[in-house]
């Protein structure tokens, strides 16, 4: 039997909140007829950043996250805000969290965050030799470290349970499939 999509009965806003807005769906099963309720999360989208210098160094960004109330090591990203395209956003949180600047800006894939209750698309972008060009711009919520490391490293932060945001974790499976084969 093929799976199809469920026809949609109703749909509703429940709740708007800054970055998200819950939406309740009521659908039909294709299979059981049956209707169920959906909670789904629609959210901006959001884009990651690579930045590659010239020597082939990485700039992590270390940051609190409230939702784990840990420090992450990441790479940098934000929410695409409205009017901006994902490549504008993805030039200007490189900037604002780091102060590099990108001589090339490069996409490399996009992946559905948690598609079954997000409806939002996270971009990665490659910043290709970046270099230090002025100060973090960071705004209140924000409280940022800049690491850089070689990007032969980055495997092993993986591995060593460093890296863990899974939005992250994707960019750098696309970088290693789409720009370095080779060396996987």
């Not at 749909?11 to 039909?28: E, G, Q, V, W, Y």
């Not at 959001?46 to 700039?59: A, F, R, S, Y």
């Not at 993805?90 to 209750?117: C, D, K, Q, W």
Request: aromatic share 8%; net charge negative; proline share 5%.
């Amino acid at each position: 039997m093929a799976i199809r999509p469920w026809k949609l009965i109703s749909s509703k806003k429940d709740n708007s909140f800054r970055i998200f807005d819950l939406r309740i769906d009521r659908a039909i099963s294709p299979r059981t007829k049956k209707e169920h309720d959906f909670y789904v999360l629609e959210s901006t989208d959001w884009v990651n950043v690579i930045p590659l210098t010239g020597k082939e160094d990485v700039v992590l960004v270390r940051q609190y996250r409230h939702g784990i109330g840990q420090v992450t090591l990441e790479i940098p990203g934000g929410l695409v805000e409205q009017g901006d395209s994902p490549a504008e956003t993805a030039r200007r949180e490189l900037i604002e969290e780091t102060g590099y600047r990108a001589s090339e800006m490069v996409l490399i894939g996009s992946v559905h965050a948690n598609p079954a209750f997000m409806n939002n698309i996270c971009y990665t972008y490659l910043a290709r030799d970046v270099s230090l060009s002025g100060t973090q711009e960071q705004d209140e919520k924000e409280d940022i470290e800049i690491i850089v490391k070689p990007l032969k490293e980055i495997p092993r932060l993986i591995r060593d349970g460093k890296i863990t945001h899974s939005l992250i974790l994707a960019a750098f499976y696309r970088f290693y499939m789409e720009y370095l084969p080779s060396k996987l």
